[in-house]
């Protein structure tokens, strides 16, 4: 990575990511007023509502209209094959001329409040920033939690609590600083941020960690 190449740059995408983190705040939030779902939706249909019906067509309240919004996007690896797909790509095409590489990702995840999905969150979700196969040339990317559902008297905070403490036990992931609450919007409880080694001689990651609770519209 050439890492000239964002620094460049670094307080216009920072800037730019944030802004990009209140859209998703609000577009989750308002989804969850308008929008009704139930235990057999998956992830994907999930996040398409939400790149269709609401980032595109919000994006220009938070000054971010040149901003492209795409779902499920390839990520094409250094032995020219496929690395997975990303769920939400977003890319400035005022920004990326001879700079493709330079773009935000997001990975959806689909939660219910039990070990099991929160592994799935990290090990087939997060996992992908840390070797690289995601947001190799950026610093930052984003993880989405839709939550639907808990375990019996438990609740975001339990899971939440759960996910750190896998990665706290976590082998093969290096975290250097673990989930702590980051403010994004005063109303919204919910949004965190991490960072982890990545492997080789990648640069540490931030990620943003945002969790929507989608529980009451089953």
């Known amino acids: 990575m050439d890492s000239t190449i964002f620094k460049n740059d670094e307080a216009y995408y920072f800037g730019e990511f944030y802004k990009v983190?209140?859209?998703?705040?609000?577009?989750?939030?308002?989804?969850?007023l308008k929008e009704k779902f139930d235990?057999?939706?998956?992830?994907?249909?999930?996040?398409?509502?939400?790149?269709?019906?609401?980032l595109r067509k919000y994006k220009s309240s938070f000054q971010i209209d040149h901003l492209n919004f795409y779902a499920e996007v390839e990520e094409i690896g250094a032995n020219n094959e496929i690395d997975g797909?990303?769920?939400?790509h977003i890319s400035n095409p005022m920004k990326i001329i001879g700079k493709e590489d330079l773009f935000y990702a997001f990975e959806c995840k689909r939660l219910n409040g039990y070990s099991t999905k929160n592994k799935e969150y990290v090990n087939n979700g997060l996992s992908r920033f840390i070797d690289?196969?995601?947001?190799?040339?950026?610093?930052?990317?984003?993880?989405?939690g839709f939550v639907q559902g808990f375990k019996k008297d438990r609740n975001m905070d339990d899971l939440v609590a759960d996910i750190?403490?896998?990665?706290?036990?976590?082998?093969a992931i290096k975290t250097t600083k673990n989930l702590a609450k980051h403010e994004i919007d005063k109303k919204f409880k919910y949004s965190y941020f991490s960072q982890h080694k990545r492997i080789g001689k990648m640069p540490?990651?931030?990620?943003y960690h945002l969790f929507f609770d989608f529980s009451s519209k089953e």
């Open 21 to 32: 983190l209140q859209l998703f705040v609000f577009s989750c939030e308002k989804m969850i």
């Open 164 to 171: 750190k403490n896998i990665l706290n036990n976590h082998k």
């Open 132 to 144: 690289g196969k995601y947001s190799k040339n950026m610093p930052l990317a984003g993880m989405v």
């Open 204 to 207: 540490k990651i931030n990620l």
């Open 85 to 88: 797909f990303i769920d939400i």
């Open 39 to 54: 235990l057999t939706e998956w992830e994907t249909f999930l996040r398409n509502v939400l790149v269709k019906e609401y």
